[in-house]
Structure formats: structure tokens, C-alpha cells
């Protein structure tokens, strides 16, 4: 009878160890990029364009996701955005100006973007920051110059 509560206690055991290495997730772990993976929108500053499709929401034709990877210190100038979107910071410290309005979004903060408003960023920590930008859409992105390289707009605009 003994040797059955062993052989139960340790069948038990394995049981109750693999399961849990089954069910538990590994913790979630934010996207990094090469230094040349994307486009190069200014220096220090790259597009990775992530995806996008027509959406259901009324007012908009499609949505879009890209991260934008700002090196400590880079961005770009003040540009008024081409569409209204959604940022999260995914990685890094940025500083932000929205008109008259400036603050600091950090990992896992949101903020929006208006279309026609100026904003401004700025990579204010040590670390690359990672801004993803969910863009919506009232036209085919194709017809509409959102992704303009240099010093114009490309989407969330940088500085």
C-alpha cells in the first residue's frame, strides 16, 4: 500500500508539472528590430510597416499598424498628421507635442493623433523607443501621401 502512495504522489507530481508547463504562458515580450530592418524615414528614425486591411468602423476605408523605431536623441520635425491614429509605446520614453499642448508617454502608454494637428517627438531616454502606430484611414493609403520621407510628414510625425 505504500509503495501505491508513492508511485500516486510521484505520477502526481509529473502530472501536475507538465500540465503547468502547458497552461502558463511565457511572459510577453515587446517586438525589436535590426538597425536596418524597415525604411528609413529620417536618420535615427525607421518605419517597420506591420499590416493592414479595410475596416468595419464607420468614417474610415482601412486601418494600418507599423512601428516606428527612434534611435535616443533622433526624430524629426513638426508636421500636421495626414490621418487620425492611435499610438502606443511599446518600447522607450518619448517626449510629445501636440500644438500647445507637451508630454512624456513611456512603455505601454496610448495617446491619439488628430488629423491636421502638428505634433512633434522626441526620444527622450536612453533606450530605443518604439511608437506603434495604428493609422485610420478615410482613403486607400495608396491615394493618400502619409509616408513621406525626410523632413515632411510620415504619420505620427518625429522630431
Known sequence: MEDLDRRFALVFGLTVAATSALV?????????????????????????????????????????????????????????????????????????KQGSKEFTVKKNDVYSCAKGEPEQATNTGTTVAIMRVIDLMTADPGDVAQHVVGHRAFGCALA
Open 24 to 96: 502558463l504562458p511565457a511572459p510577453a515580450t515587446a517586438q525589436t528590430y535590426g538597425p536596418n530592418e524597415g525604411k528609413e524615414l529620417v536618420p535615427g528614425v525607421r518605419q517597420v510597416d506591420l499590416g493592414k486591411r479595410e475596416t468595419m468602423i464607420k468614417g474610415f476605408k482601412t486601418v494600418s499598424m507599423r512601428d516606428i523605431v527612434i534611435q535616443p536623441g533622433k526624430g524629426a520635425p513638426e508636421t500636421p498628421m495626414e490621418n487620425d491614429m492611435l499610438c502606443h509605446i511599446t518600447e522607450g520614453e518619448l517626449r510629445i
